[in-house]
Structure formats: structure tokens, C-alpha cells
């Protein structure tokens, strides 16, 4: 997720791209570029860092242009730098990109191949490389742009320039968001309406697969591919900036939750095939000859990276046959843990700086372990020094509270789950492709999960003002529990507890009463009995219990007082599907307790000390 925005018009661009970019700053901030005419010629300013880097790096210089383009960058390909900065140029042609570029290896490699030469780690640079090649053809701006595209997969939102045609930019989109903004004889493009809010409240929001062609006179917009005109409706926007840079939601949570099924599609983009029957793991370094001859796995990380660690454990195990260990990175690091040879350490963490993990890193590394790292952050810390990374690319976390970093975590569990059960035959091939095929169906899934916020809202209502509160799972959804308990506390400050559901009367049954709610979940599996049991004995003793269950389970209906249904999914993917209604649930009583949800009392988003 990285965000660009792009201007021609009456005043001058350069302060009107730098503002963009700070209101785009949430979307990306580990480096940023502008690109502006100086004459005829463009030039590019870039620089490793935040936007006022770049303001400071362009301070006193008097810059004029009345046509640029500016990025602040989430990196996904190649680290934090200034070369890997955007915005990218090959010859005249200068462009900014957000989205992943899936078969960017295959093109570089091609286009090296006919002298074309790199100078960054990106896969957005060949994109410039294929408009230029065609523009040296003798196509137009337009038609090199329409015919690169042609060769590109992935996810793309692309403001581009170019020298021979100075008065235009091109704006395209598949699957990463681009909106125009429309001011008198001026026009704007960006990934938020937020960047050019100050200017225009009128917008255009491009779709998949078209191009939008702007000068100074006006906006035209076309297929990519078909190059038929389309017509498009102008929207007025009424929010106000704040609210619009967090897309209409009241909090970064919520829409980081709501986020989800577009972050799992960019967790699982490219890295599997379907036809196949492969997993692709080339940023974890692990050769199917490695995970053959794996015979044990730690899973390390602190927090909610520790419960998808948890559940981790029960994916590996069941499916792989692999012995998995589980630690609190806290924990790890002093207990002079055990690593015999053959092992495997993987370190789960969103931020890749949480102190406790790195040092449980670092210890796993001295003892001799190949030491892999799960990690939302290009250029963190973790990433560097891990012998490989999977990145769960679910774009930047703002939001204390963990919601879409874990489930796109989860994902890649499944991911890795899959490859290694594969490489140690504990898998038929067509059990992996079902699996995968659940996989592709996960992100619709989560959409229709979404839905049930309304319903959750209700239950928060009925229950906000409870002291305590009890979640109870069993299996694999266990760890869920962990995870809906530490959200209610951490920012509705209700004190909650989690709990294995076979393990309640051996305790914690005896707080159970009136004022008690017990949160149960309850998915169609192997445990389902066990857990109506469980429900049963809450009920019986007078407590309130809320079940989350798998829709079409009408069971358990009669033993709870508020039932959540759930779209039904494979046994793996459950605690994805179930901690939605959770997270949700969380931060409504938060809100409903007016506490502050994106910045919780005492807690800090990346925890680099011990
Ligand atoms: C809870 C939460 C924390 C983090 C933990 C680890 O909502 O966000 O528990 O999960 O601090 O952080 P990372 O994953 O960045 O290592």
C-alpha cells in the first residue's frame, strides 16, 4: 500500500504534491519522490524517509511546475531507499505506482535481455521500461501505455508523465485505488480522496481496468484494453479531511477490519498455483529439499502475532505432521530453549521491531537455526536480518489494536502449512488444490463475514457495561479465544480472559453467574459437541452465553442468548472467519465506552523495548 498523488493545472505543483502526500502519509512512510517539469525535461527529487525529508531535501530551491506526480512508499519490493523511491523513469517516461507487480521478474529479466538497465529493486520499474520500449516503437503516449499493460499482472494504480507530452498525465487502475479530483481548469489524481480534499471536494473514482487520459482542458476516460469511452458520474464528497483519510470510518480499526478481504487477496497474490498444485515461497528461501529434511518448528512472536503463532501450531501439525513449539518471544529468549539440528524458527510480527522478538531472533540465529520471519514491514528490522521473509503485504496498520496484520499472518501460516505438507507427502494433490481453492474463496468470505457488524453492534450494546468477561474455544478456534479476550481488554479496558473450554471447570467455572457473559465459539468441527456441552454448563448456572457459530448450526441456538453466524469455511481457515465478529465486538464496546480505539491507554503500536 503506498499512496500517489498527481496534479496539472494553474499553480504550481510542487507545494500542491507535497501537501497530498502528507494527507497520504497513513498509506506509506518509508520514503517518498516527486516528479515535476523543469522546461521540457522532468525531473525527479527523491529520498529514503518521510515526507518532510523530501520537503526539507527540496527546501530553498524554487521549483516551478504546473504538471507532477508524487509517492510515499510502503515498500514491498526491495527495501527503504532512495533508489527504490518512486516515482521511476525509463527515457521520458516517469511514473508512480501502489499495487504489486506479480510477474515483474519475468519482465525485468526480459526487458534486461534487450538492454533495458535497472536501477532499482522494484517491480514497479518495469513497468517504465515496457511504455518506453513501446513509445520507442513510435506508439503514442497512450497506445505504448494501453500495450505495456497487456504484459503486466497484478494490482496497479499508476500516475504517469511523460516528456514528449508534457500538458497530460495518464491515471490507470486494476485492483489498487485511484480517484480524480476535478477543480476548475485543474485536476488531480490519488490513491485518497483525502490528498486533494483541500482543493476539490468533486471526484471521479476510476474502476478496474480503465484509463483516464487529463490535461488542463479536461478528463477523458477509456477501457485499458478496449479503448472504448466511458462515462463516468461525478461524486461530491462531504466528509471532512480527517474522515476521509480514514475512508469514511470513524477509526483506523475499523477500517483496517474492514480492509481485510482486499489485504488477504494481496497475502495471497502470486504466491501459489492452482494448476500446479505449488506454493511459492521464494522470499522464504526454503527449497522444497530444505522443508523435506525439517523436523521441528518454532513458532516465536509476542502479543497477537503470538496467537497466530498458536494457531500456526495447530495447521503445521495437523496437516504437516511437523512438531511445532510455540514461545512468547519474552519467554524464548531466557529459557535457554532447545533447538535441535534440523529445526526451523519462524518469528511472527507485524511491525518487525518488537524488541522481545528480535532478541528471540538473534538468540535462535546464535544457537545455529535457519531463522524465517513473518512480517508486515518491508525494511524493518526483523525482515533484514531473517534468513528469509514472507511479507503479508496487508499495507500499513495504523490502528493499535492488530486486526488485519493477524488474519493476513493466519494466511500465510496456511500458506507455509501447505508447502511443507507437500514436501514431507502428507498431502494429496488434490487436497491441496481444495485447499487452495478455499484459499481463493477467503477473501469474498471475509467480505460477507463483515456483514454481520450490525449484529455484533447489538450484542456490544446489551453487554458494554459488564465487568468481566469469559471467551471460551476449543482446538484451533482456542487461540481465538486468546485473541478476542486481549482486544476486549487492551482497548475497552473490560478485563477478560480466554480460555481452552474443556479447561473451564477445572477454575474458572466458579466465577461463572448472572453478570458473567461468556463468549463461545462454536464452529462446525470436531470439538462442536464439546463445546455445546460447555455451553450447556455456562447456561445452566446462570450465565449469559454469546455463541459464534458456523451459519446453518441451529444447535446452538438453545443454549445461547445471542447466536453470530459465520460463512461456513475448511477446518484451517476457521480462526480467520471467527475472529472477525471479535475484533468487531471489541471495538464497538470501546466505542460504546468512549475510549480512545486507535490509541489505547499505555500502549504504543510497535513495543521496541523490553
Ligand atoms: C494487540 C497487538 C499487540 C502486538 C504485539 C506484537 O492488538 O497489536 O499485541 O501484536 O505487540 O507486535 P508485532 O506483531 O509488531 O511484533
Known amino acids: 500500500m503506498c499512496g500517489i498523488i498527481g496534479y496539472i493545472g494553474n499553480r504550481n505543483a510542487i507545494p500542491v504534491l507535497i501537501n497530498g502526500l502528507k494527507r497520504l502519509e497513513y498509506r506509506g512512510y518509508d520514503s517518498a519522490g516527486i516528479a515535476f ?18 520537503e526539507v531535501s527540496i527546501k530553498g530551491e524554487k521549483l516551478r511546475s504546473f504538471t507532477g ?32 507487480i506479480e510477474n515483474y521478474f519475468e519482465l525485468k529479466e526480459e526487458l534486461k535481455g534487450k538492454g533495458h538497465v535497472f536501477t532499482s529493486e522494484t517491480d514497479t520499474e518495469v513497468i517504465c521500461h515496457l511504455i518506453h520500449s513501446y513509445s520507442r516503437k513510435g506508439l503514442d503516449f497512450e497506445a505504448a501505455t494501453r500495450a505495456a ?11 504517469i508523465i511523460n516528456e514528449s507530452e508534457p500538458d497530460k498525465i495518464l491515471a490507470v487502475k486494476k485492483d489498487s485505488p485511484l480517484v480524480l479530483g476535478l477543480g476548475e481548469g485543474e485536476f488531480f489524481i490519488a490513491s485518497d480522496i483525502p490528498a486533494f480534499l483541500k482543493y476539490t471536494k468533486d471526484v471521479i473514482i476510476l474502476d478496474n481496468g480503465e484509463m483516464a487520459s487529463i490535461t488542463r482542458k479536461g478528463v477523458s476516460v477509456s477501457g485499458i484494453a478496449n479503448k472504448k469511452p466511458v462515462k463516468k458520474e461525478i461524486a461530491n464528497i462531504t466528509w471532512s479531511p480527517t474522515m476521509a483519510e480514514k475512508g469514511g470510518y470513524k477509526h483506523f480499526m475499523l477500517k483496517e477490519i474492514n480492509e481485510q478481504p482486499r489485504a488477504i487477496a494481496d497475502t495471497i497474490r502470486g504466491r501459489f498455483s492452482l494448476e500446479k498444485g505449488e506454493v511459492n515461497l521464494d522470499e522464504f528461501s526454503l527449497a522444497e529439499s530444505e522443508l523435506k529434511k525439517l523436523n521441528k518448528i518454532f513458532l516465536v512472536a509476542c502479543g497477537t ?46 511491525s518487525g521491531e518488537t524488541a522481545d522478538t528480535l532478541a528471540a531472533q538473534r538468540e535462535s540465529g546464535k544457537l545455529g537455526a535457519k531463522v524465517l520471519s513473518i512480517c508486515n514491514v518491508v525494511g524493518s528490522t526483523s525482515a533484514r536480518e531473517a534468513d528469509g521473509v514472507f511479507f503479508t503485504h496487508s499495507g500499513p496498520e495504523i490502528g ?42 477467503l477473501p469474498e468470505k471475509v467480505e460477507q463475514s463483515l456483514k454481520i457488524n450490525d449484529a455484533v453492534l447489538k450484542i456490544a450494546k446489551r453487554f458494554y457495561h459488564a465487568r468481566d468477561f469469559l471467551y471460551l474455544g476449543r482446538g484451533i478456534n482456542y487461540p481465538i479465544a486468546l485473541e478476542g479476550a486481549l482486544k476486549l481488554k487492551e482497548i475497552s479496558y473490560i478485563h ?7 479447561e473451564m471447570k477445572h477454575g474458572p467455572i466458579a466465577l461463572i453467574d448472572n453478570n458473567m457473559p461468556v463468549l463461545a465459539l462454536a464452529p462446525d468441527d470436531k470439538v462442536l459437541e464439546k463445546i455445546l456441552s460447555n455451553m450447556e454448563e455456562v447456561k445452566s448456572r446462570g450465565g449469559k452465553v454469546i455463541a459464534v457459530a458456523t451459519e446453518g448450526n441451529t444447535r446452538v441456538l438453545s443454549r445461547a442468548s445471542n447466536v453470530l453466524f459465520m460463512p461456513k ?13 471479535l475484533h468487531l465486538l471489541a471495538y464497538h464496546m470501546a466505542v460504546l465506552k468512549k475510549c480512545n480505539v486507535d490509541q489505547p491507554r499505555n500502549l504504543a503500536k510497535s513495543v521496541t523495548v523490553e
Request: glycine share 8%.
Open 37 to 54: 517539469f523543469n522546461g521540457n525535461k522532468i525531473n525527479v527529487r527523491r529520498c529514503a524517509g518521510k515526507i518532510k525529508d523530501l
Open 69 to 100: 506526480l508524487g509517492h510515499t512508499r510502503w515498500a514491498t519490493h526491495g527495501k527503504p531507499s532512495e533508489e527504490n523511491a518512486h516515482p521511476h523513469r525509463s527515457g521520458g517516461i516517469v511514473l508512480v505506482h501502489n499495487g504489486i
Open 149 to 159: 499493460l497487456k504484459h503486466v499482472e497484478g494490482a496497479y494504480a499508476i500516475g
Open 305 to 350: 502475532s503470538w496467537h497466530a503463532a498458536l494457531v500456526g501450531k495447530y495447521i503445521i501439525e495437523d496437516m504437516a505432521r511437523v512438531p511445532c513449539e510455540v514461545d512468547i518471544a519474552s519467554e524464548f529468549r531466557y529459557r535457554r530453549p532447545l533447538l535441535p539440528k534440523g529445526s526451523l524458527v519462524i518469528v511472527i510480527t507485524q
Open 400 to 441: 493499535v489494536a492488530s486486526t488485519k496484520a493477524f488474519t493476513t499472518q493466519l494466511t500465510g501460516l496456511y500458506l507455509f502449512a501447505i508447502a511443507l505438507a507437500k514436501a514431507k507427502e502428507k498431502i494429496r494433490s488434490d487436497d491441496i488444490r481444495e485447499l487452495f481453492n478455499e484459499l481463493l474463496q
Open 496 to 502: 477478560a480472559e480466554g480460555y481452552p473450554a474443556g
Open 569 to 581: 469455511t475448511n477446518y484451517y481457515l476457521t480462526p480467520i472467519i471467527f475472529s472477525i465478529p
